[in-house]
């Protein structure tokens, strides 16, 4: 009833401004007029705005710079790493030496051109000299640009066949990650979803001799100081494994195998211990006590302190839960490598052990799940 | 050429004595000036409904996981019960913006409105060389409008893939609810906008092509017109493939072939896709893509440059410059596409050949900002709102322009690509500037399509906020994007890593939300004065295009008598030899005047 009231009230205002309408249309037949035209009044008030506006322009970016400025990332952890980093921070200075002109002669003109009654427009339609010079330089230092990011990318994405490197799978499925090992032999085994089984919930090709000693993790850990090649996976749709502070990318498609290789220049626990770092970590446990304080107020409870690890983050929309799937990434010492590694089981006791008809020891996979994951695979096969 | 304007002006005389009904006035038009209204009244719609989402959106980002009443009024209990506002929805929203805002409102509302009123007004013919292909174009563009927003109310949600609805996502409801029957919208409506859009293309060419004026050659079209024209060849040329790789998804969806689809294991099961790859797809929407940003841009560089030209009783400088760096951006935006790739795992060589041909279109863009400066300087600057629109696009389109040398640098981009610091890039320099080229041309032709002015004072407040809330929002933007912070997370509290950037997200949602609010001034100002403005007199701007010597009163065949002849460029603003600072271009070249070799 009240939303018929509503619908009523409506229509009889839009009757009564149509009506409006009509009588201010009758009155302002044939005056028309200039006065929401610029004037001399309002190109100088304009005028002064333009500049105010160039300065607002140029203290937001100094305030920024100051204020924002740490933020960012900086101190690479990866070797090509300072190879981008001095690349972006001479991009960085050719971007703000533009801006800075180009912004200062577009407000400032419209300021010191600003219209008046007796000012006459220079007649100026054309210039070759001018033209050259501005297709010109921006030429010539784009040239430059694209000469040293070429040199920088070959670099990076281009991973010798000699190259000693260790090759390790990043796997991706919604939400989570994880990474399997090559072993002894430094060669994966080969992969195919169809092959996913219980605790084989990578699909690693068990028959295949260089899957023997792959061993299957879900942390992260790699030796400083050695190069790494990544083989990326993913068994369901697109995903990105992102390591921010490696200056390192990589999409993970399904149906296809992506890779990536950097070398670690710092372990976790240098990188701690840089004083950016350490400064960082402060300011966001500073950050996170004054939230706890809250939440204990409401009667939640506190966050805990942060430590810094490095991650490896999904950057490509991949779900839902696209917003919380991450690994630690732990970078260690060669000597600390070896030891964590060492104690891994491979993924064939692994199976072994999962298969044996004794009850299923820890907590990897359980009964349920491979019946299922079975029937699934007879469906395909049925198929 | 005149013969043939000559019986369209005895046909229009014909016609006046029919009397047009409220259907064929209002709603079934063919009249060009009728439809560009169309389009751009349903494109400000469409950009309610799209700044109104990045609002709600930008609340969740500034403050996670709160309870807003608003988001349980606008969303509903399934998506945010108790007011707070669901993962999935969030995608939802953001696809949704990004979707409606490049196509609806940045392609369909600008590109559309101004072309259908300016090309034949400006180019001096009688309409569109297909009135009723122009219609169908309109009518098109408005149903795949329903199918998008009807899309919103799908009981699993709204396509939420991101707009770039990459495969697998977009192909499997068991990866997001989003990929059910909300994609399958999706796709509907843009196979519709697509359709709408290569109609309305093909128009534009053959218009420009067939039906300009008398002694109006190709070097003397309006700069808008130049880029309304390149704008409908990229149109042409992409907008097919787009809709090719839209229809091998429903292939792939609904009938189960696998172009784009491999080796998926999801919901512990595995699908029977085998032998195609989501790159593929990636190929063919940024074979679009790419060019998109440049359909969007370049309509708005084209006003700008005529708003420019005018309001600063100045020639465009290097008027000749501008047409072959339209030309050249053309070009080069066919060939750039991989630079949205850099990191999918394409071949990395294939990474050099882009980086190379992305940071090329840099030439040609740094001409055009030099031209605009250089068209400033020594003028008499008429800071009407239109100006201040033009010269804020001049302003972002550089900020913006110059962080795409970072992104179109393969090295740089891996660090960079997927967080704020690309929506920071493309917002400022297609975004922002593409906006204020539609609000530039609305200030500008406003009583060209309504008979009647805007307030000049709103139009200040509305740009000076406007600019100000621009810079505030995605300024601080970039800063968080160098932190590494990716994109599309519905929230960063999972990461502690992140927490120091929380405060520059409230900063950004608080621009945001001013911003977004202070539009309301445009949309009174838009809609109040089309029916109680001042009365627009038919030059007000002293502007030397053709669509000026028409009548205020709009009327089929645009002139009463016969079509204007052109005489000269449509810039001679301020030449010596005359006595008024603006001459039109169907004023015939005194004794002795010089022809400029512009």
């Keep these: 009833m ?93 971007i703000f030496i533009v801006q800075a002109i180009t912004q200062v002669l577009l407000h400032y003109f419209a300021f010191k051109y600003r219209g008046k009654k007796d000012q006459k427009a220079l007649f100026f339609s054309d210039s070759t000299k001018l033209e050259v010079i501005w297709s010109g330089i921006p030429a010539v230092v784009l040239a430059i640009l694209i000469l040293f990011g070429l040199y920088a990318w070959t670099n990076i994405m281009f991973v010798d066949k000699d190259e000693d490197t260790i090759e390790i799978e990043v796997y991706a499925q919604q939400f989570k990650w994880t990474a399997r090992y090559s072993g002894a032999d430094n060669v994966l085994g080969k992969a195919n979803v169809r092959l996913i089984e219980g605790v084989n919930t990578l699909g690693v090709d068990l028959s295949d001799p260089n899957a023997q000693d792959d061993i299957v993790v879900s942390e992260l850990h790699i030796p400083k100081g050695k190069k790494i090649h990544f083989k990326f996976r993913s068994q369901d749709v697109l995903h990105s494994a992102y390591f921010p502070y490696f200056r390192a990318q990589m999409n993970c498609v ?97 199976v072994k052990t999962a298969n044996a008809p004794k009850p299923v020891e820890g907590g990897v996979g359980t009964d349920s799940t491979k019946t299922k994951d079975t029937a699934a695979i007879a469906k395909i096969a049925m198929k | 050429m005149s013969a043939e304007g000559h019986d369209h002006a005895q046909d229009h005389e014909h016609e006046h004595h029919h009397k047009d009904t409220f259907i064929t006035k209002y709603i079934f038009s063919i009249d060009h000036k009728m439809i560009a209204k169309q389009y751009l009244i349903t494109g400000i719609v469409m950009g309610i409904v799209g700044v109104m989402m990045s609002m709600l959106f930008r609340m969740q980002l500034a403050w996670p996981e709160q309870s807003f009443k608003i988001f349980n009024v606008l969303l509903g209990d399934k998506f945010a019960p108790n007011g707070v506002m669901a993962n999935d929805i969030y995608l939802a929203l953001v696809t949704i913006h990004g979707t409606i805002m490049v196509f609806f409102v940045l392609t369909a509302g600008l590109s559309g409105t101004f072309s259908n009123l300016l090309i034949p007004l400006q180019i001096g013919a009688r309409d569109m060389a297909s009135g009723f292909l122009n219609m169908i174009s309109y009518w098109l563009f408005f149903l795949s409008s329903v199918v998008m927003l009807s899309s919103l109310f799908v009981e ?137 940003v440049y359909i969007v841009i370049l309509p708005a560089l084209g006003i700008t440059s005529e ?45 050099s050949v882009f980086t190379f041909t992305t940071l090329l279109i840099a030439i040609p863009s740094a001409v055009k900002a030099f031209n605009y400066i250089t068209t400033l300087w020594k003028g008499n600057l008429q800071l009407n709102p239109a100006m201040l629109f033009s010269i804020g696009l001049v302003s972002t389109f550089i900020t913006g322009g110059l962080t795409g040398i970072i992104l179109g640098d393969s090295t740089l981009d891996i660090n960079v690509h997927d967080t704020y610091f690309v929506v920071a890039h493309f917002h400022l320099v297609m975004g922002i500037s593409a906006l204020y080229g539609m609000f530039a041309g609305i200030y500008h032709w406003f009583p060209k399509m309504f008979g009647r002015m805007l307030n000049k004072n709103l139009g200040y407040v509305h740009f000076w906020v406007t600019a100000v809330c621009a810079y505030g929002v995605f300024f601080p933007m970039h800063f968080i994007g160098l932190a590494g912070l990716p994109r599309r997370y519905y929230t960063n509290t999972n990461f502690p890593l992140f927490d120091d950037l929380q405060n520059v997200n409230v900063l950004i949602t608080t621009f945001a939300l001013i911003g977004g609010a202070f539009q309301l001034v445009f949309l009174y100002n838009f809609f109040s004065s089309i029916f109680y403005g001042k009365k627009a007199v038919q030059n007000p701007w002293r502007s ?22 052109v005489h000269r460029w449509p810039y001679d603003y301020s030449n010596p030899g005359h006595d008024e600072d603006f001459v039109p271009q169907n004023v015939p070249m005194k004794e002795g005047e010089e022809v400029l070799h512009h």
């Design chain 1, 2 to 94: 009240t939303s018929l009231l509503v619908i009523i009230v409506l229509v009889l205002l839009a009757i009564a401004l149509w009506q409006l309408t009509k009588i201010f249309d009758l009155t302002q037949v044939g005056d028309a007029d200039n006065s929401q035209i610029a004037n001399d009044g309002d190109n100088n008030t304009q005028g002064y705005l333009m500049f105010g506006f160039l300065a607002f322009i140029y203290i937001f970016t100094i305030y920024g710079l100051f204020k924002w400025g740490p933020l960012v990332l900086h101190t690479p952890a990866s070797k090509h790493g300072a190879e981008v980093d001095n690349l972006m921070n001479v991009t960085w200075i050719l």
């Design chain 1, 254 to 350: 399904p149906g296809m195998v992506t890779e990536f290789a950097f070398e670690p220049v710092y372990t976790s626990a240098e990188y701690r211990a840089l004083p950016f770092m350490i400064e960082k970590v402060a300011n966001i446990n500073a950050i996170r006590a004054k939230k706890s304080i809250e939440l204990v107020a409401n009667g939640e409870t506190a966050l805990d302190p942060y430590t810094f690890d490095f991650l490896l983050l999904c950057n490509k929309i991949c779900g839902a839960s696209h917003y919380n799937m991450q690994m630690k990434v732990v970078v260690d010492t060669p000597e600390d490598y070896k030891k964590w590694l060492s104690d891994k089981p491979t993924l064939v006791q692994e």
């Design chain 2, 156 to 292: 699993a949600g709204p396509a939420s893939a991101g707009w770039t609805i990459y495969p697998p996502l977009s192909a499997l409801p068991q990866a997001i609810p989003g990929s059910g029957a909300g994609m399958t919208l999706w796709l509907v409506s843009m196979a519709l906008f697509i359709a709408a859009s290569l109609m309305g293309s093909l128009n534009y060419i053959v218009t420009v092509i067939n039906l300009r004026t008398k002694g109006m050659s190709m070097t003397r079209l309006p700069l808008t017109i130049w880029a309304f024209f390149v704008t409908a060849i990229i149109g042409v040329v992409s907008f097919p493939v787009l809709l090719s790789a839209a229809l091998l998804l429903i292939f792939d969806r609904s009938f189960g072939t696998s172009f784009f689809l491999s080796d998926i294991y999801i919901a512990g099961e595995v699908l029977h896709y085998q032998g195609g790859s989501p790159v593929l797809f990636e190929h063919l929407f940024w074979f679009l893509g790419h060019p998109e």
């Design chain 2, 307 to 351: 708003i420019i030209a005018t309001n600063s009783r100045k020639p465009i400088f290097g008027y000749r410059a501008m047409i072959m760096s339209i030309l050249a951006i053309a070009f080069l935006s066919t060939i750039v596409w991989g630079h949205h790739m850099f990191i999918s795992g394409m071949n990395p060589f294939l990474g």
């Design chain 2, 544 to 565: 030397n295009t053709l669509e000026w010597t028409a009548p205020v009163e709009h009327m089929h065949g645009n002139w009463p008598g016969e079509i204007p002849e």
